[in-house]
């Protein structure tokens, strides 16, 4: 039973439009979550995180909003661009483990 | 810079084989990971060690093993290679403590046939 869950397999969006990636848990103890950026033929490389003592966390173009009680997190691409284009993983881990689980991943595709 | 460095990029195996899949980590970190990944299903933790000689089950253990007898090195270990088990394999390391990011290797294809 995966414990994060992003239920978009895919989404497309034009450059320059926003691009909203979407994240469930169910582990109520993850308390630090991460964004994952992977190209076809590399391992995956760390993009923004957030911890659970924040709601929102931004990075130049990326910006992560937790919402705990619904226990969801969202990735925000402002603006898109082709260079974008990539699969996202969303991960999680709990405080005191060493472990961490990642989602199914959502393709972003960014149309030039 | 973290690397982290899998020692083989493409292979192909036979059914029934022995495979042995390699990483080294050069920043001293105190935890390992092994993932696969598959199309639908994103990255599925296999095994993971918090110390030398210690590991801790995934979420997809059967049909692996791994051994960590150094702290810079992690191996995967298939013992008798089946087709379901063709992948991208992929290795981590992460410092200790549980607000720290992982570092991935660039990924192992493997083939079995």
């Known amino acids: 039973d995966q414990q994060v869950k992003q239920n978009s397999p895919s989404l497309s969006v034009q450059e320059g439009r926003i691009s909203i990636l979407n994240c469930d848990y169910t582990n109520s103890m993850f308390d630090y979550f991460l964004w994952y950026k992977k190209y076809p033929a590399e391992g995956p490389t760390f993009l923004i995180s957030i911890s659970s003592i924040k709601d929102k966390n931004e990075d130049g173009r990326f910006t992560v909003f937790l919402n705990k009680s619904a226990k969801h997190l969202s990735l925000h691409i402002v603006p898109s661009q082709p260079g974008d284009s990539a699969v996202y993983f969303c991960?999680?881990?709990?405080?005191?483990?060493?472990?961490?689980?990642f989602g199914a991943g959502t393709r972003l595709t960014v149309k030039p | 810079d973290v690397k982290v460095t899998q020692s083989s990029r493409y292979l192909v195996k036979r059914t029934g084989e022995k495979v042995f899949l390699e990483c080294v980590q050069d920043?001293?970190?105190?935890?390992m990971f092994w993932y696969r990944q598959d199309p639908g299903l994103g990255l599925r933790l296999i095994y993971f060690?918090?110390?030398?000689?210690?590991?801790e089950k995934g979420d997809i253990p059967e049909g692996y093993s791994v051994s960590r007898e150094k702290k810079e090195r992690f191996s995967l270990i298939l013992e008798s290679a089946s087709t379901n088990q063709t992948s991208m394999y992929l290795c981590?390391?992460?410092?200790?403590?549980?607000?720290?990011?992982?570092?991935f290797g660039e990924g192992s294809w493997l083939t079995v046939v």
């Open positions: 991960a999680a881990s709990a405080y005191r483990n060493n472990d961490m689980r």
């Open positions: 060690s918090y110390d030398v000689k210690m590991k």
């Open positions: 981590a390391s992460r410092p200790g403590g549980s607000r720290n990011t992982i570092y």
């Open positions: 920043m001293d970190h105190e935890n």
